[in-house]
Structure formats: structure tokens, C-alpha cells
């Protein structure tokens, strides 16, 4: 199986690399259109921030090419926050293939939102084999609003989306590869999709 990781100058690939190690999968990491359409699966993670990830990916036509793809995608952090309509970051416009608008948390708590939290209201493959006492790793500074497109919720200073799906593209807000057997199992449900 080919698994192709989307490098676009956003942190933490290597963590998501080893996490996929674990579960037999050598990945590709790579910014070549052609490897990104012709891989079985793509994952999108990141952590950064959204502007400069945006300015990398139109630079370079992988907006495109992102919006484009038709097998299972997954984006994890940045990433699926890069999928949605747009980013209080900077007020970034982002890819749109989630319709859902990016807000910066208000500085009622500690921000970033930072540590282990449950998520709940679970509705995806992807979370097959979770429970609603299951918990997850956050870092972040923005938070998808809820939708029509929301699978899984979770709650810091308000309720967010902490997981997305819409046809062929799912979205978790949390770092399955930081998240223990709970992530493992998430990864685990997306390569078998």
C-alpha cells in the first residue's frame, strides 16, 4: 500500500512517519503532484501556521491538487484546518473542502489548548472501535466550529469540532500519532478504509 504524506514545510511529520512505522507502513513524504494522485491513501498533518502553509501549497499548485484527490485523505492538526473555509490566523483562506470557519480560542484559559482531552459524539470508521472515554492529544490555538460535517466533539473553553469528514476527506483536530492506543486505532481504521 502506498501511503504519500503531504511535505509542505509544516512540523511534526516525522512523529506521524514513526506512528505509521509502527503499524508496518513506510510512507512517502512528498510535495510531487503525481505521487500525491497516484498514492492509495494521503495524510496531511502538520503544525504550524496557516498563512505561510497556505502561501507553501498555492506556490507550488498543491491547493489544487489537495482539493482534487479522490482517495481516502486524512488531515491531522494544522492540516485539517487548512482544509476547512477560512482561518481567524492571519485571515487565512484556506482550501474549502470543509465548510467550516477557523476561530482563535478566547483568552479565557491557558491558549494553546494543550493536553489530553475525551472526545465524544463519535461518527466515523474512523473512530470504530473508540469509547466516549477515550482520550486524545491537542496542541492548538484555533478550533473548527461545529457542522453538519462534525464526527467528533470535544470541549476546551467551548464545544469544537475535534474530527471532520466529508466524502472522501476526514480531518482530526488531535494527533492520532501522539495519542497512544487510541490514535493507533484511528490510524489503523484509516489504512483499512
Known amino acids: 500500500?502506498?501511503?504519500?504524506?503531504?511535505?509542505?514545510?509544516?512540523g511534526n511529520v516525522q512523529s506521524v512517519v514513526f506512528a505509521l512505522n509502527r503499524l508496518g507502513i513506510e510512507p512517502e513524504i512528498t510535495d510531487d503532484p503525481e505521487k500525491l494522485r497516484t498514492a492509495d491513501k494521503v495524510i496531511f498533518p502538520g503544525v504550524g501556521e496557516a498563512s505561510s502553509a497556505m502561501k507553501y501549497l498555492k506556490e507550488r499548485g498543491l491547493d489544487e491538487v489537495l482539493r482534487s484527490l479522490k482517495?481516502?485523505?486524512?488531515?491531522?492538526?494544522?492540516?485539517?484546518?487548512?482544509?476547512?473555509?477560512?482561518?481567524?490566523?492571519?485571515?487565512?483562506e484556506c482550501l474549502g473542502i470543509f465548510d467550516l470557519n477557523l476561530k482563535k480560542f478566547p483568552p479565557k484559559e491557558k491558549v494553546p489548548h494543550?493536553?489530553?482531552?475525551?472526545?465524544?459524539?463519535?461518527?466515523?470508521a474512523l473512530t470504530k472501535g473508540l469509547t466516549e472515554k477515550d482520550y486524545v492529544y491537542f496542541v492548538h490555538s484555533y478550533y473548527a466550529e461545529l457542522g453538519d460535517e462534525t464526527i467528533s466533539t470535544t470541549n476546551y473553553i467551548n464545544e469544537f469540532s475535534a474530527g471532520l469528514h466529508k466524502n472522501n476527506f476526514y480531518g482530526f483536530q488531535f494527533h492520532p500519532e501522539k495519542s497512544g492506543v487510541t490514535g493507533a486505532k484511528i490510524l489503523k481504521n484509516f489504512i483499512e478504509l
Not at 494543550?114 to 466515523?124: A, F, P, R
Open 71 to 92: 482517495q481516502p485523505f486524512l488531515g491531522i492538526c494544522l492540516g485539517m484546518q487548512l482544509m476547512c473555509k477560512h482561518s481567524e490566523e492571519n485571515d487565512t
Open 1 to 10: 500500500m502506498k501511503i504519500a504524506i503531504v511535505k509542505y514545510n509544516a
Open 114 to 124: 494543550m493536553g489530553w482531552n475525551k472526545i465524544y459524539n463519535l461518527n466515523s
